[in-house]
């Protein structure tokens, strides 16, 4: 594995704080998670650096694994979505 994907992955699992709101799943808190996921994939278009890793929100969440696993299905962008939801509810 190479130093630049180590890293990636590294700060894709850390931050600071977890700004995420309340753990109940809604089209709303999905659709910023989506906009994010896509962000992710083209770090090109728009790298939000360091301010991306230092707290956790839906938005970031998704750039975070969108730079990590790239283009999905809405399908799987979904299912994801809710598993991250069913991880914070047994936080």
């Known amino acids: 594995m190479d130093d630049s994907l180590t890293y990636h992955i590294n700060k894709a699992l850390t931050y ?10 809604d089209d709303e808190k999905l659709d910023v998670f989506n906009q994010g996921w896509r962000k992710g994939v083209d770090t090109d278009q728009e790298d939000y650096g360091e301010r991306a ?12 694994l969108g730079m990590l696993f790239g283009p999905t299905s809405t399908e799987l962008r979904e299912k994801m979505y809710f598993w991250c939801v069913e991880q914070m509810r047994e936080e």
Do not use: A, F, V
């Not at 600071?16 to 799943?25: G, L």
């Open 16 to 25: 600071e704080e977890d700004d995420r709101e309340d753990p109940d799943p």
């Open 53 to 64: 890793h230092s707290s956790l929100s839906w938005h970031n969440l998704g750039y975070r």
